[in-house]
């Protein structure tokens, strides 16, 4: 089964999400912030990173930062409530390379077709 | 035991007329039906006007099942969406309403390939919210909303009764929402309305200040006042924020001496004091005011105002002589604001006071021209130099 890391600081969020994906045979794990994510990726592997941006303690943007200093490849999608240009943080997530950047409200169609599709 | 649903509808009417805003009422709603019916899980989209986008606001159920408030959406272009608007006029499922049983059997049956599709696109929508029926909102032409149910704890297909429910509430929410835009456009063109009254009342009185020359900015200041004293009083007698109240003080401090409009100007302007004949006429201009104002309906209450701010604490005022309580209180405001006015600003005949002045006067009047407590009121704001 493919690995899938849910890092949102919000519960309901972690719940839901987890919940659909293993639905979709998706091995999932959750993290409630940029520090337990880190802790968990050593151990866990998964092929992909679902990253809430806006978290308590160390932000989304950060954790991406932290991240790469560990894996330059790893898959990682992030999750946002902002539009991409009020605060530049689409741009810094470019350069660090991220494979897509998803807003809040989201369409679940669209966020099953980008995690499925970068997990296949 | 089987859940009177006419009954549990009653009473959600009844609490509905009671709620503004629609977002408590449809958050009313989706608890209700998860409670009453058991559904795994409830939520409502709700159409964003200015993104023509509908938002999954509200959702309550089982953990990992409802969708986290703000987090989910579709657009205005989602199959679900284009199916309930091309569908409306429920010729294809009696009650209007997408319930996944029905309509996958009408899958089976012989349709355009268009509306399969369709249909397809919508079902394939309903399984990602883990819902097995979807129940539209409308209002006129209108989709405003659409409740998003999850399957029955105990496993079992939705009973007629309970369908009828969800659209009966379904209804009840369109209507809520319709009624709550109402509400806000309302209130804005009622906004508008009371500030052209307030404006039209300013201008009115500025009319009087125009032609009595010492009075120049008097009338502001007297409603001012006049409100800084209405406000302590009911603070002071502990009474909540009286906004009908205070408007109408603040009416009848900018329109109290509209009656003005009638006195001559020699008597008005006389450079010195009024003889008895002068002074019967210019007493007139409490109850002249009151004849300029009366056609006014709603200003019943700021005309006692207008008519008795000459009256006195002791009886020995006009234009009746009424005496202690029988004065209105928003007259004895008045009284006492328009007096300590015209204490602090030269007259023909005599210079102004200093306010400390002034103040000493206000308490030698109390009990006589002034009553008591409108008295200590204007010394304690005095005092605390809010005057």
């Known amino acids: 089964m493919p690995k899938l890391l849910i890092v949102d600081d919000e519960?309901?969020?972690?719940?839901?999400?987890?919940?659909?994906?293993?639905?979709?045979?998706?091995?999932?794990?959750?993290?409630?912030?940029?520090?337990?994510?880190?802790?968990?990726?050593?151990?866990?592997?998964?092929?992909?990173?679902?990253?809430?941006?806006?978290?308590?303690?160390?932000?989304?943007?950060?954790?991406?930062?932290?991240?790469?200093?560990?894996?330059k490849d790893l898959k990682v999608i992030m999750v946002t409530g902002k539009k991409p240009d009020e605060d530049g943080s689409l741009n810094i997530c470019q350069q660090l390379g991220v494979l897509d950047y998803i807003h809040k409200p989201l369409e679940l169609a669209e966020l099953e077709r980008v995690v499925m599709g970068a997990l296949k | 035991?089987?859940?009177?649903?006419?009954?549990?509808?009653?009473?959600?009417?009844?609490?509905?007329?009671?709620?503004?805003?629609?977002?408590?009422?449809?958050?009313?709603v989706v608890r209700m039906i998860v409670q009453k019916v058991e559904v795994k899980h409830a939520g409502i989209l709700l159409h964003q006007k200015e993104q023509d986008t509908y938002i999954l606001t509200v959702s309550r159920g089982t953990a990992g099942l409802k969708i986290p408030a703000g987090f989910a959406r579709i657009d205005a272009d989602n199959a679900l969406i284009l199916f309930f608007k091309e569908h409306k006029d429920k010729e294809l499922f009696d009650d209007g309403m997408l319930v996944l049983e029905e309509a996958k059997k009408l899958l089976e049956k012989d349709i355009s390939a268009q509306l399969k599709e369709l249909l397809e696109q919508a079902l394939y929508q309903m399984e990602i919210f883990e819902s097995v029926a979807c129940i539209p909102s409308y209002f006129r032409d209108e989709l405003l909303a659409i409740l998003i149910?999850?399957?029955?704890?105990?496993?079992?297909?939705?009973?007629?009764?309970?369908?009828?429910?969800?659209?009966?509430?379904?209804?009840?929410?369109?209507?809520?929402?319709?009624?709550?835009?109402?509400?806000?456009?309302?209130?804005?063109?009622?906004?508008?309305?009371?500030?052209?009254?307030?404006?039209?009342?300013?201008?009115?009185?500025?009319?009087?200040?125009?032609?009595?020359?010492?009075?120049?900015?008097?009338?502001?200041?007297?409603?001012?006042?006049?409100?800084?004293?209405?406000?302590?009083?009911?603070?002071?007698?502990?009474?909540?924020?009286?906004?009908?109240?205070?408007?109408d003080v603040n009416i009848a401090g900018l329109l109290h001496d509209i009656g003005k409009i009638g006195i001559p100007e020699s008597i008005l302007n006389k450079q010195g004091p009024l003889n008895e004949e002068e002074k019967k006429c210019m007493?007139?201009?409490?109850?002249?005011?009151?004849?300029?104002?009366?056609?006014?309906?709603?200003?019943?209450?700021?005309?006692?105002?207008?008519?008795?701010?000459?009256?006195?604490?002791?009886?020995?005022?006009?234009?009746?002589?009424?005496?202690?309580?029988?004065?209105?209180?928003?007259?004895?405001?008045?009284?006492?604001?328009?007096?300590?006015?015209?204490?602090?600003?030269?007259?023909?005949?005599?210079?102004?006071?200093?306010?400390?002045?002034?103040m000493e006067e206000i308490k030698r009047g109390s009990g006589g021209q002034f009553d008591p407590e409108v008295a200590s009121l204007l010394l304690e704001l005095y005092q605390e130099g809010r005057i």
Do not use: W
Request: proline share 2%.
């Open chain 1, 11 to 71: 519960l309901d969020v972690r719940e839901f999400a987890a919940n659909f994906f293993r639905k979709r045979k998706v091995e999932v794990t959750t993290a409630v912030g940029g520090e337990e994510a880190l802790s968990i990726l050593d151990n866990f592997k998964p092929e992909l990173v679902l990253l809430d941006i806006k978290m308590q303690g160390i932000n989304g943007i950060e954790t991406l930062k932290r991240i790469r200093e560990k894996d």
């Open chain 2, 1 to 28: 035991m089987a859940i009177d649903y006419k009954k549990e509808l009653e009473a959600a009417a009844k609490s509905m007329i009671l709620v503004h805003e629609p977002d408590v009422l449809i958050r009313m």
């Open chain 2, 149 to 247: 149910l999850g399957s029955k704890e105990n496993g079992e297909k939705f009973a007629q009764d309970e369908l009828d429910f969800f659209a009966a509430l379904a209804s009840d929410v369109a209507m809520a929402i319709r009624n709550a835009q109402l509400f806000t456009e309302l209130e804005l063109e009622l906004d508008k309305k009371q500030k052209l009254f307030i404006h039209t009342t300013i201008a009115l009185s500025a009319a009087i200040d125009a032609k009595d020359h010492y009075t120049r900015g008097h009338t502001a200041r007297v409603t001012n006042l006049s409100l800084e004293i209405a406000k302590r009083f009911l603070q002071k007698n502990k009474k909540e924020l009286d906004i009908k109240f205070l408007e």
């Open chain 2, 283 to 358: 007493h007139e201009h409490t109850l002249i005011g009151v004849t300029i104002l009366q056609p006014i309906r709603e200003l019943d209450q700021a005309i006692l105002g207008v008519k008795y701010h000459h009256e006195r604490y002791d009886g020995a005022g006009y234009p009746e002589g009424l005496k202690g309580e029988q004065i209105p209180l928003i007259a004895l405001i008045i009284s006492a604001a328009d007096a300590f006015d015209a204490m602090i600003t030269d007259r023909p005949y005599r210079r102004a006071l200093s306010k400390k002045e002034a």
